[in-house]
């Protein structure tokens, strides 16, 4: 078993859609969280940045935590065309990052 | 530069054949990472350089790869002898720092490897 796991789609919404990304994870030590967004042919670009449990909004992108259940979820609201790419989750281990293989999100105009 | 910059962008390659990757990292950051992601697949760590040393080799995957950072600055991945399954994309990363809560890394865009 990964020690996080991510489903990789692809996930297809209609624009304005409301999107749901998520992980789940085994490492209880975990503590930092991340959402990066990887467009095609080019490196990730961090998105959002979780500290312990709860959520964080930036814009359009909320970020949840859930420690207990060891589940994490990036929301997007009014979803966009340019908003189709791969969302990568990522958290920490030691300073070293553990990453989910990607979903890819495709946005329909 | 203003980002990570990587080069080759794609490189095909026979197998057994050596090649080098190059990153360039942005001016200032002192730590660089080199990922591997292959596809359908996350990142996967190779190696971490804190200024030109590198505290954190535990993802090269055999003896064929190696890496080095000169200057503090450019970084150089050497994978020898190039099998197959060595195709991947190879990105490098850089940030100011490594741990705690700064984990602004800014990636390159990748050097697409094909071995044949």
């Known amino acids: 078993q990964k020690e996080v796991e991510q489903d990789p789609g692809p996930l297809s919404v209609p624009e304005g859609a409301i999107v749901s990304l998520n992980c789940t994870y085994s490492n209880s030590a975990f503590q930092y969280f991340m959402w990066y967004r990887q467009y095609s042919r080019k490196g990730p670009e961090l998105l959002m940045y979780?500290?312990s449990s709860g959520n964080k909004e930036d814009g359009r992108f909320t970020a949840q935590v859930d420690k207990s259940s060891k589940y994490i979820s990036l929301f997007i609201r009014d979803s966009q065309p340019s908003d189709s790419a791969t969302y990568l989750c990522a958290m920490d281990s030691n300073y070293q990052l553990i990453w989910g293989a990607g979903t890819k999100l495709i946005i329909k105009p | 530069g203003a980002g990570v910059s990587q080069s080759p962008s794609n490189k095909v390659t026979e197998k057994g054949k050596d090649v080098e990757l190059r990153c360039d990292p942005i001016s200032g950051h002192t730590a660089l990472y080199w990922y591997r992601q292959s596809l359908g697949q996350g990142l996967e760590f190779l190696i971490y350089?804190?200024?030109?040393?590198?505290?954190?080799k535990s993802g090269l995957p055999s003896d064929r790869f190696s890496a080095e950072r000169t200057g503090g600055s450019v970084s150089t991945l050497t994978i020898q002898r190039t099998q197959q399954e060595d195709s991947a994309v190879y990105l490098c990363a850089s940030s100011l720092s490594r741990g705690g809560d700064n984990y602004g890394y800014t990636f390159g865009s990748g050097t697409r490897l094909t071995v044949v």
């Open positions: 350089f804190q200024g030109n040393s590198a505290p954190d």
């Open positions: 979780t500290y």
